[in-house]
């Protein structure tokens, strides 16, 4: 079993940053993909960002140049870095392991999850 302990959600203006942490309390940083999801009242968990365990990338189109993943994995840790946020970036957060070899943009390739951490953007 993995424990996600995810930290860093907010409530910021149109245009700001956050920053997501995401620590794995069993290390499984290095051993395969982790990704972000995020889900908003009555729509569906959707992706937005991963990483695997060579440090490759994946950005949701959404997202894509403002918002970027990163792994430390001294730390256990994944890292979302959210700029030039939107008020439709407003959402629950959710880091993700435990990546079964599927499709890596599907929630249901994931057997991990975080608590969550919400992000609000006004």
Not at 23 to 42: E, H, I, L, Y
């Amino acid at each position: 079993h993995v424990q996600l302990v995810e930290s860093g959600g907010g409530s910021v203006e149109a245009g700001g940053s956050l920053k997501l942490s995401c620590v794995a309390v069993q290390d499984t940083t290095k051993r395969n993909a982790m990704a972000w999801f995020r889900q908003s009242p009555g729509k569906e968990r959707e992706k937005v960002a991963a990483i695997d365990s060579v440090g490759d990338t994946s950005i949701a189109d959404s997202v894509k140049g403002r918002f970027t993943v990163s792994k430390d994995t001294a730390k256990n840790t994944v890292v979302l870095q959210l700029n030039s946020l939107k008020p439709e970036d407003s959402a629950g957060y959710y880091c993700a392991a435990g990546w079964n070899g599927g499709d890596w943009n599907q929630a249901r390739s994931y057997v991990y999850w975080g608590q969550g951490t919400q992000v609000t953007v006004s």
